[in-house]
Nanobody, 125 residues
Framework: QVQLVESGGGLVQAGGSLRLSCAAS????????MGWFRQAPGKEREFVAA????????NYAGSVKDRFTISRDNAKNTMYLQMNSLKLEDTAVYYC??????????????????WGQGTQVTVSS
């Protein structure tokens, strides 16, 4: 089991930046992949980015590529999502998630077994 706690959400103007954090604990999270997903009101949860903890390899959704950066800090057991050039359509609850059964950078949410509680990101005009 992996425990995940997100922080860093808030209200930001379009074009601005935010950094989300996901503090992880548990026995196995460093052996697998962790990721960020988001869910806007009335929409399905969608993949944002993923990182393989051991190598730092990453995968991004096309809608955020070149604007968002996923990273991790081994010393702090924390994953980050740096979000730049934010758009109105980035408004959503953002969730961090961890895989325990597999080790793939694929975007399917069902591959992830553990989820944080979510943090709200609101982008205003």
């Amino acid at each position: 089991q992996v425990q995940l706690v997100e922080s860093g959400g808030g209200l930001v103007q379009a074009g601005g930046s935010l950094r989300l954090s996901c503090a992880a604990s548990g026995r196995t999270f460093r052996e697998n992949v962790m990721g960020w997903f988001r869910q806007a009101p009335g929409k399905e949860r969608e993949f944002v980015a993923a990182i393989r903890w051991s190598t730092g390899s990453t995968n991004y959704a096309g809608s955020v590529k070149d604007r968002f950066t996923i990273s991790r800090d081994n010393a702090k057991n924390t994953m980050y999502l740096q979000m730049n050039s934010l758009k109105l359509e980035d408004t959503a609850v953002y969730y961090c998630a961890a895989q325990t059964r597999v080790n793939t950078l694929a975007s399917n949410s069902w591959l992830y077994d553990n989820w944080g509680q979510g943090t709200q990101v609101t982008v205003s005009s």
